[in-house]
Nanobody
């Protein structure tokens, strides 16, 4: 059974950086699409960034407007790991961050529905 395990969360000050990792117990190359989502207390889970395979070595990325220019999603299939590099962090980035994956050739993008697998989450806290 595929498991996704996130790590890399923590507490930083405004303007700081963190890199989140999501290890796929299967093989990230089997995923058509992977994404990062976040959920702040009292709010709905929202999509942050998505990476979709266009060909063997070509990927498309999509970002929420709130993180464009600050966050970068990437994946390393040799390590079966998805990453989210987060720079210039703001207090409003504080949330539990989750990774998700889908095998079939239909990417849900920022919808919460349609993903095959979800991780348990890693907490990111940004102080002002």
């Amino acid at each position: 059974q595929v498991q996704l395990v996130e790590s890399g969360g923590g507490s930083v000050e405004t303007g700081g950086s963190l890199r989140l990792s999501c290890v796929d117990s299967g093989y990230t190359g089997s995923n058509y699409c992977m994404g990062w989502f976040r959920q702040a207390p009292g709010k709905e889970r929202e999509g942050v960034a998505v990476i979709r395979r266009a060909s063997t070595n070509e990927f498309y990325t999509t970002y929420a407007d709130s993180v464009k220019g600050r966050f970068t999603i990437s994946q390393d299939n040799t390590k079966s790991t998805l990453y989210l590099q987060m720079n210039k962090l703001k207090p409003e980035d504080t949330a539990m961050y989750y990774c998700a994956a889908v095998r079939q050739r239909s990417c849900p993008f920022f919808s919460n529905d349609g993903w095959n697998y979800w991780g348990q989450g890693t907490q990111v806290t940004v102080s002002s």
